[in-house]
């Protein structure tokens, strides 16, 4: 394995894409934020959208296997992400991909998850992690990755120029995929390709103090959650690494319960199908569809936990749950 440290994950991902130069597409899940499409399309990528499994909220992999298998139009690779950092099991997924397409390129996408060292890359090519904004550790910036040996490996990406941040054009993709318009993207200089300033050493090392801390945190809120809303409501405990989820009817007059008692909380990552050229994907509507993200991390204390949680629970008893599918999460 090889390091790849930037200061964004989307700047490892861009010079991955941009080193490779494979005019195939990479197949990307449509839960995915809008910096994922971003990325590909300033690097001169094909991309597809492909709906979600409700087994694990993330990539369905028969969907995978029949692009990657295709004669007439062979997908050149695979962005798998895990949904809200949820662990999932890839390794055989990743075994057959290769089986199938040893030239197909994986990309195991952990920026949810909590950044730590791999000990394999259980069959992808690079392993990416991000400690920026709205991250299980939140530096507001840096990103890093691992590579398998055989990846080449350039930055590419230099120019920056402020009045065209990446911030002003993720907000314009997220209005996008929020409205439900396509994107109309035009390229300019809004990702910087700057060499991080921290040593890598001097970075790890605050990373795994902030881990402990974090952890820590995230245990106490969680707890509050899990004994106060109600199961029906509760995702089960490997999605609420990154957020603590539950699903409700009406998530919406949630949120504005939630902002009138001066707490908050967010509905993130509705597909990004028809903002970006994709078909139909009713897997991940219905997760958007319902999906209230709670905070468990530094920007929520234990008592907003408590207040949350019984605005949460009082909205599940008056307004109920979605029914659940027996397949799966959803």
């Given at each position: 394995m090889k390091l790849l440290f930037e200061r964004r994950a989307s700047t490892v991902l861009y010079n991955v894409l941009k080193s490779r130069r494979d005019t195939r597409p990479i197949l990307i899940p449509a839960n995915v934020c809008a910096c994922i499409p971003l990325v590909?399309?300033?690097?001169?990528?094909a991309f597809e959208v492909i709906d979600i499994s409700e087994a694990d909220l993330c990539i369905a992999r028969e969907q995978v296997h029949s692009?990657?298998?295709?004669?007439s139009k062979p997908a050149g690779g695979v962005l798998f992400v895990h949904t809200y950092g949820a662990s999932a099991v890839i390794s055989d997924f990743y075994q057959e991909i290769k089986q199938a397409a040893p030239t197909a390129l994986i990309i195991d996408d952990r920026c949810l998850a909590p950044p730590i060292l791999p000990t394999t890359m259980n069959g992808a090519d690079v392993v990416l992690y991000s400690?920026?904004?709205?991250?299980?550790v939140d530096f507001g910036e840096g990103g890093f990755g691992y590579?398998?040996?055989?990846?080449?490996?350039?930055?590419?990406?230099?120019a920056f120029k402020m009045t065209c941040g990446a911030e002003m054009?993720?907000?314009?993709?997220?209005?996008?995929?929020?409205?439900q318009q396509v994107f109309d993207y035009v390229d300019c200089d809004w990702l910087s390709g700057s060499a991080p300033i921290t040593p890598w050493g001097d970075f790890l090392a605050r990373i795994q103090d902030a881990i402990r801390l974090i952890d820590s945190h995230k245990s106490k809120l969680n707890t509050i959650y899990q004994a106060i809303i109600p199961p029906d409501a509760q995702f089960p405990s490997p999605f609420n690494v990154w957020r603590f989820q539950v699903r409700v009817r009406q998530p919406m007059l949630l949120v504005e319960r939630l902002c009138a008692s001066s707490l908050f909380a967010s509905r993130h990552y509705p597909s990004v199908a028809k903002a970006f050229g994709g078909e139909s994907t009713p897997v991940a509507d219905t997760l958007a569809d319902e999906v209230v993200n709670l905070f468990n991390?530094?920007?929520f204390s234990e008592e907003q936990a408590l207040r949350?949680?019984?605005?949460?629970a009082n909205h599940v008893h008056t307004c109920g749950v979605p029914s659940r599918s027996q397949r799966g999460v959803l």
């Open positions: 590909l399309l300033k690097a001169g990528q692009r990657i298998r295709s004669v400690t920026g904004s709205r991250k299980y590579a398998c040996d055989a990846l080449n490996y350039n930055r590419h990406c230099n054009v993720e907000r314009l993709a997220t209005a996008a995929i929020v409205d991390d530094h920007y949350a949680a019984d605005i949460v």
